[in-house]
C-alpha cells in the first residue's frame, strides 16, 4: 500500500512538471511575437563626456526637426580621428599653411602643430585665454593677431615676438580682419563688434546677445549669438556697417538681420574654401558642427535650424571650442575639455 501511495505521488509531480513546462512554452511562444525593445549602451569615447548615450544622427535628427531632410549623412565621433592630445585645455584653433595654431588656457600657450604629423612645439608664452585665431601676411613672413579674452587685448605675433595692438576691449572673442587691414571684433561682454584700426576702436554694431564667433567676407559680417537661439547667428552689410554714422542696431525689429535662428550656443564661425559657413554650436550637451550656405539663407530672409546641412555629430562636451577647415577641406576640432584635437577629411563623402 505505501508502494502504490508512493508511485501516485511521482506521477502527481511529473504530470505538474509537464503542465507547468507546457505553460511556460506557451508564454514564450507568445512573447516571440512581440518586438524586443533594445536597451542602448553606451559607445566607449577617448573624450572627457558626461556619461550619457551616444548621440546618432537618426536620434538628433528628430530632436531637431521631425521633416528635417539632409543632403547627406553626417560624421560621428567614429568618423574622427586623432591628431595630438598632448596640449593643455586647448581653446582657440586655426589652420594656416598646414599648420595648426592652438591658444590653450591650461598654460597660457600657443602651439604650433603639424597637420600632418601632430608634432607639437610651443609657438609664443602669453596668451591667456582666447577664443579667435586668424592669420594675415605670406607664408614666410605672417601674423597672427589673437584676442585675449582674459586680458582684454588683441596680440599680435609676428616671428616670435608679440606685442598687444589694442587694450580697450572688453571680452574680446571673434575678429576677422577686413581688406583695408581693419579688423572687427566681437566683445562678449558689451554684446557688441567694434572696428579696430591700429590702436584705435569704433562701436559699429550694437545690442547682440553675447556675441561670440564673428567672420567677414568682401560683402557681409556675420556674427554667432551665443545668447540668442532665435537669433542664432546675424548677419550684416559690410560697407553700410563700417560706414555708418552710428553703430548700427542688431536689435531693431525693422531689419531682419536673421541667418539661422533655433540652435543654442553657436561659438565658432569659420568661412570655408566651398564657399559655405561653418558653425559650432550645441544640442542638449553635445557638440554639433553645422553648415549652411549664407546667401541662400540670406535670400530667403534666413534660414531655421531644421535646414542647416549637420556635418558632424560629437561624443564631446559643448561648448566645441575650437574649429577650423583646411583650404582643402579637412575639419578640425575639439572641445575645451579635452586635450585631443581631431580631424575628419570633409571630401570623404560626396557632399555637394
Not at 559607445?43 to 556619461?51: F, I, M, N, Y
Not at 546618432?56 to 526637426?65: F, G, K, M, Q, V
Not at 591658444?103 to 600657443?110: E, F, L, Y
Request: proline content about 5%; charged content about 15%; hydrophobic content about 40%.
Amino acid at each position: 500500500m505505501n508502494f502504490l501511495q508512493s508511485c501516485r505521488k511521482i506521477i502527481s509531480l511529473l504530470v505538474l512538471f509537464v503542465i507547468s513546462l507546457l505553460a511556460q512554452i506557451s508564454v514564450l511562444a507568445q512573447n516571440d511575437s512581440v518586438p524586443a525593445v533594445a536597451t542602448p549602451t553606451i559607445a566607449p569615447t577617448k573624450t572627457l563626456t558626461p556619461s550619457a548615450p551616444p548621440l546618432s544622427p537618426e536620434a538628433t535628427s528628430n530632436s531637431i526637426s521631425s521633416d528635417s531632410v539632409q543632403p547627406f549623412q553626417a560624421f560621428t565621433q567614429g568618423d574622427l580621428s586623432t591628431l595630438t592630445g598632448n596640449i593643455q585645455r586647448p581653446n582657440g584653433l586655426l589652420w594656416y599653411n598646414d599648420k595648426l595654431y592652438s591658444s590653450c588656457s591650461g598654460d597660457w600657450t600657443v602651439y604650433e602643430i603639424d597637420a600632418a604629423t601632430g608634432e607639437t612645439a610651443q609657438y609664443i608664452y602669453g596668451v591667456k585665454n582666447a577664443h579667435t585665431l586668424i592669420a594675415t601676411g605670406t607664408d614666410l613672413d605672417f601674423s597672427l593677431w589673437i584676442p585675449d579674452f582674459q586680458s582684454n587685448t588683441v596680440t599680435q605675433v609676428s616671428k616670435g615676438i608679440s606685442k598687444n595692438i589694442s587694450t580697450n576691449l572688453n571680452g574680446p572673442w571673434g575678429i576677422s580682419v577686413l581688406e583695408t587691414g581693419q579688423f572687427l571684433v566681437s566683445n562678449l561682454h558689451t554684446n557688441d563688434v567694434v572696428l579696430l584700426d591700429g590702436t584705435s576702436s569704433v562701436e559699429v554694431i550694437k545690442n547682440l546677445r553675447s556675441p561670440t564667433g564673428l567672420v567677414a567676407d568682401s560683402d557681409f559680417i556675420y556674427v554667432a549669438n551665443t545668447g540668442s537661439a532665435r537669433r542664432a547667428i546675424e548677419w550684416f552689410k559690410l560697407d553700410d556697417t563700417i560706414s555708418s554714422s552710428a553703430p548700427i542696431d542688431a536689435s531693431d525689429n525693422s531689419i531682419s538681420h536673421s541667418l539661422v535662428t533655433g540652435l543654442q550656443n553657436v561659438t565658432s564661425l569659420v568661412m570655408a574654401g566651398d564657399g559655405h559657413l561653418y558653425f559650432s554650436y550645441a544640442l542638449g550637451t553635445r557638440g554639433i558642427v553645422g553648415r549652411i550656405d549664407p546667401n541662400a539663407c540670406r535670400n530667403k530672409g534666413g534660414c531655421s535650424n531644421s535646414e542647416i546641412d549637420i556635418v558632424l555629430y560629437t561624443e564631446m562636451a559643448a561648448p566645441l571650442a575650437g574649429l577650423t577647415i583646411s583650404s582643402d577641406l579637412v575639419l578640425y576640432v575639439h572641445s575645451i575639455y579635452s586635450p585631443d584635437i581631431y580631424w575628419v577629411d570633409l571630401k570623404s563623402n560626396v557632399r555637394n
